[in-house]
């Protein structure tokens, strides 16, 4: 019984200690990273700004379904890697500059924006990928900090770079 009584408040202390930390950690974060690419702005924003394909090449989405537009702006309910889905609408499409995606369920586990920066640079374009995030739960924040804060942006952006034949160098 001993035992039971010491597992269950080593337990208890793990639970106490992870609260903690997480709470010592901010709700609001944003964390850009870019890569450069051998392809002109225009290229880059269309494979980007085509949601519909984005299964073919990005490594974490399994499926997107297009939703009825919300206030005009196009709506998707994308499905991950692991069952999680998200509704993405894409709030600002600038071509071939700047498009923004925004998470639209604000009362998930975290919210928050994408919004990708495209510039000519000589010899192709230069991707700048933000993530502003809102995270409440401080369980979740944590699982954030011990998996990486850029853990997905990165990924993304290397599987961006494979897609057109390139390895990415991420900055």
Known sequence: MKWILRILGL??????????????LPAKTAHTRT???????????AVLADVQDMPKWNRNMVKVEMLAPVDGKETTRQTFRGGMTMIITTAVSVPPAHL?????DAHGPFSGSWSYGIVAVPGGSQVALTEQSKIPNPFFRVM???????????EHLQDLAKYFGETATIR
Not at 13 to 24: D, E, M
Not at 36 to 45: C, D, E, I
Not at 100 to 104: A, D, F, I, S
Not at 149 to 154: L, N
Request: aromatic share 10%.
């Open 11 to 24: 337990v208890v202390f793990v639970v106490v200690i992870v609260l903690i930390i997480g709470l010592a």
């Open 35 to 45: 890569i450069t690419l051998k392809q002109p702005p225009a290229k880059v924003f």
């Open 100 to 104: 923004v995606r925004e998470l639209g």
């Open 144 to 154: 954030v900090k011990i998996f990486g804060p850029t853990k997905y942006i990165d």
